[in-house]
């Protein structure tokens, strides 16, 4: 079974700090998604990479930046840490098909608190 | 733009009965959705995957279909258990830029 593992399933900053949250894959996905959640909105595509040391804009980036030096690890950082980031962050992993079909495989998220 | 819109935000549906959840989609034409559960807490499990010449797609108690002509996906739970009770999401193919839109979810009640 594939596994996507968040590094934690809670987390408390304050505003400004610069904030860390990690996944790994242990499948050798290609690609790797960071999504947030909040109630009514649903699912929204922070960022996503398709290989290491690429990344690519989802619908939501400002104020996120990622890092993929490792094909099985994919990183999101909050630069600066504000109260509307405070949300819970899902971690994806998928395979690469031609047609573009391959689910994705989800961590349990983070829930992260910016008081 | 794209969009995907899922029925409604919550459903109850009487243990035993048959739930069915749909999703509609507006500007363009997926060659495929995806189904999945989310338990609260929890990140979304894959369920099933339809594609366009498929009409019906069947696992266990859940079956999928996908009407082209009305651009919608209904997803069937039969025989509902409480256990069912979660929020299920319905996700396209990559649109623009191969962003994978995904609704906003139903969240179904099962009631014993």
């Known amino acids: 079974d594939v596994k996507v593992t968040q590094s934690s399933r809670y987390l408390v900053k304050r505003t400004g700090e610069k904030v860390f949250l990690e996944c790994v894959q242990d499948?050798?996905?290609?690609?790797m998604f960071w999504y947030r959640q909040d109630p009514g909105l649903g699912l929204r595509l922070i960022y996503f990479s398709y290989d290491v040391k690429m990344k690519e804009k989802g619908d939501i980036p400002e104020g996120y930046s990622v890092s993929r030096e490792k094909k099985e690890r994919f990183s999101l950082i909050l630069e600066s840490a504000s109260t509307n980031q405070t949300s819970m962050y899902l971690c994806?992993?998928?395979?690469?098909?031609?047609?573009?079909?391959?689910?994705?495989?989800f961590g349990d998220g983070t829930r992260l608190s910016i008081l | 733009s794209q969009k995907i819109e899922q029925n409604s935000e919550a459903l109850n549906i009487q243990e035993g009965k048959t739930a069915t959840l749909t999703c509609n989609y507006t500007?363009?034409?997926?060659?495929?959705l995806q189904w999945y559960r989310q338990d609260p807490g929890r990140g979304p499990v894959f369920l099933l995957l339809?594609?366009?010449?498929?009409k019906e797609k069947r696992k266990e108690r859940l079956k999928v279909t996908f009407d082209t002509t009305l651009k919608q996906s209904l997803f069937h739970i039969t025989a509902s258990q409480p256990a069912d009770s979660a929020t299920y999401l319905c996700a396209p193919p990559p649109g623009v830029g191969d962003k994978i839109i995904f609704g906003k979810g139903t969240r179904l009640h099962i009631l014993p």
């Open positions: 994806a992993s998928s395979s690469i098909d031609i047609r573009g079909s391959q689910p994705q495989h």
């Open positions: 339809i594609r366009e010449n498929e």
């Open positions: 500007n363009y034409s997926p060659a495929y």
């Open positions: 499948m050798d996905h290609e690609n």
